[in-house]
C-alpha cells in the first residue's frame, strides 16, 4: 500500500527527561526501520537528531529534530525532542505537531520533571499518549517497581503493552499473546487486564465478549483501541532498549499499527476569531487532501544556508510548491516555491504535503513561530489554541 495516504501517516513527538534516550530511540528506530543504513550514537555525535555542532559537543539535545521512516504501510513522521527544562519550548512546541506523544521514561532514573511535565501537557492538548520505558538493559532497574510508580503517578490507564522477557533481552507483545516468558508479572493476567480495558470501550463488542469468551480479533480491536487511546483511558506501557534493540520490533509495530491516523487522533484545538475574544468559535480542521489548506507553523529556524525556514504540520489540504499560500490574516499571498521534508539536518524536497505530514518552507519573512498558512481567505483568523509555555527563570536583555 502507498504511504501517500492520510490515513497512512503517523505523527508522534519523542518527550520526557534529559537523558531518557529520545535521540538515541530515534536513531535506533529509524535504522531498524531501514531509513539510515548505520545507527550513530550521542557518543560519537553522529546521531540523524542531534546533528546541531552544539548538541554534538554537549551531547544531548538542544533543538526539535525531524525524522520520518516507513514501516508496514506507515510512514512515521517523528520529532526528536529536548528534555532538560531549559529548552522545554522546544518540546512543548511540537506538542502542536502530533497526534500521539511518546513519553520516554529513562529506567535507571523513573519519573523526574520533565515526564511529569509533558505527561500533563499532552493530555492538555488532547494527544494520544504511551509511555515508553527505556535502558532496560541497564544494571540496577527495578522494572516491577518503576511500573507501579507510573501507576500510582498517572493513574491505572497506564497499562502493559508488552513485558520485558530473557533478562530484558526481548519483550513479549501483550495484546497477540496471552502465555509465554516474562521478567515479572504474567503475560495472561496482562494480556487479560489489556484486552478487558479495550473491549470496555465498545458496548456491543463487550456484550459478545462475556457471552462467548473468546478474545475479539486485531480488527475488532482497533477501534475501540483507539477510542480509549483518544479519551485517555488507555496509557499502552511498552519496555525498550535503545542500545540492544530489545522492544524495537514492537515499538515499530505499535506505532504503525495502533498509533491514531490523522483522521483517528483528536482534533487539534483551532478556533476562528481573536484569542481572549468571547466570539470567537471552535473551527474544525478535517485532515482531508481535497479541502481549502490550514497548516499550522511549530517551528522557525534559521539556517545558515537556506535562511528562514517555517517547519509546520499540515491539518487540511494539500500544499504543492505552486500552491499560493497566505501567513495568517494578509491580504497578499506568496508562492511556495520549494517545498521540504526534513529528515534531521537534510532538506528533502518534495512536490507535495498531505494531511499528517510535516513539512517546511524556506525564505519566507512573514512566517513566524504559531501561525497558520492557508490558501483561502475563508480561512482568515484561525488560531491553534495555545499551550502555556513556562516563564523564563532569568531575564537576559539582548
Ligand atoms: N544503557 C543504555 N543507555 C542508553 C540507552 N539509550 C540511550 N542511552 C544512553 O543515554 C544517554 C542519553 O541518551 P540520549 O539519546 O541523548 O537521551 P535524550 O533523551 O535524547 O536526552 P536529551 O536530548 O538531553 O533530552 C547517552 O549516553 C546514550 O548512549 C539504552 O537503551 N541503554
Ligand atoms: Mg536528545
Known amino acids: 500500500m502507498s504511504q501517500n495516504n492520510t490515513v497512512n501517516l503517523r505523527t508522534v513527538a519523542l518527550v520526557g527527561h534529559g ?29 540523524v537528531c542531534d546533528f546541531d555542532p552544539q548538541e554534538k559537543e554537549l551531547g544531548h539535545s538542544l533543538n526539535s529534530a525531524i525524522a520520518s521512516f516507513d514501516w508496514l504501510d506507515a510512514k512515521i513522521h517523528l520529532i526528536d525532542t529536548p528534555g532538560y527544562p531549559d529548552f522545554a519550548g522546544q518540546s512543548i512546541g511540537a506538542l502542536a505537531a502530533v497526534d500521539t506523544a511518546l513519553i520516554v521514561i529513562n529506567a535507571q532514573t523513573g519519573i523526574e520533571l520533565s515526564t511529569e511535565r509533558m505527561m500533563k501537557l499532552s493530555a492538555a492538548r488532547n494527544l494520544c499518549r504511551m509511555i515508553v520505558i527505556n535502558k532496560i538493559d541497564a544494571e540496577n532497574v527495578d522494572l516491577p517497581k518503576l511500573v507501579g510508580e507510573i501507576r500510582d503517578c498517572f ?20 495484546l497477540g499473546h496471552d502465555s509465554g516468558d516474562s521478567d515479572f508479572e504474567s503475560v495472561a493476567t496482562a494480556h487479560r487486564a489489556l484486552i478487558d480495558q479495550i473491549v470496555e470501550e465498545d458496548e456491543d463488542l463487550l ?80 485532515p482531508d487532501p481535497n479541502r481549502h489548506v490550514l497548516a499550522h507553523v511549530f517551528k522557525v529556524v534559521s539556517d545558515p544556508f537556506v535562511g528562514k525556514l517555517g517547519v509546520f504540520r499540515v491539518h487540511q489540504g494539500t500544499i504543492k510548491k505552486e500552491t499560493p499560500l497566505f501567513v495568517g490574516d494578509a491580504k497578499r499571498a506568496f508562492k511556495v516555491g520549494h517545498l521540504y521534508r526534513l529528515q534531521g539536518k537534510d532538506y528533502v524536497e518534495v512536490e507535495a504535503l498531505i494531511p499528517g505530514d510535516i513539512g517546511a518552507i524556506a525564505k519566507v519573512d512573514e512566517i513566524d513561530f504559531d501561525c497558520v498558512l492557508h490558501d483561502s481567505h475563508d480561512e482568515d483568523h484561525i488560531h491553534l489554541t495555545p499551550l502555556e509555555f513556562p516563564e523564563p527563570m532569568q531575564g537576559l536583555a539582548v
Request: proline share 9%.
Open 19 to 47: 537523558a531518557a534516550g529520545k535521540t538515541t530511540l530515534a536513531e535506533t528506530l529509524l535504522a531498524s526501520a531501514g531509513a539510515i543504513t548505520s545507527r550513530g550514537s550521542i557518543e560519537k555525535g553522529n546521531t
Open 207 to 286: 456484550a459478545r465478549y462475556l457471552d462467548e469468551g473468546a478474545d475479539p480479533s486485531a480488527e475488532e480491536l482497533h477501534a475501540p483501541f483507539e477510542k480509549a487511546l483518544r479519551a485517555g483511558h488507555l496509557i499502552p506501557i511498552l519496555f525498550v532498549s535503545a542500545k540492544t534493540g530489545a522492544g524495537i520490533p514492537q515499538l515499530l509495530d505499535a506505532l504503525a499499527k495502533l498509533a491514531p491516523n490523522p483522521t483517528e487522533g483528536n482534533p487539534p484545538p483551532f478556533f476562528k476569531g481573536e484569542l481572549g475574544d468571547p466570539n470567537s468559535s471552535p473551527f474544525d480542521a478535517i
Open 155 to 174: 493513574g491505572r490507564e497506564c497499562m502493559l503493552l508488552d513485558l520485558p522477557a530473557h533478562h530484558g533481552q526481548d519483550v513479549v507483545e501483550l
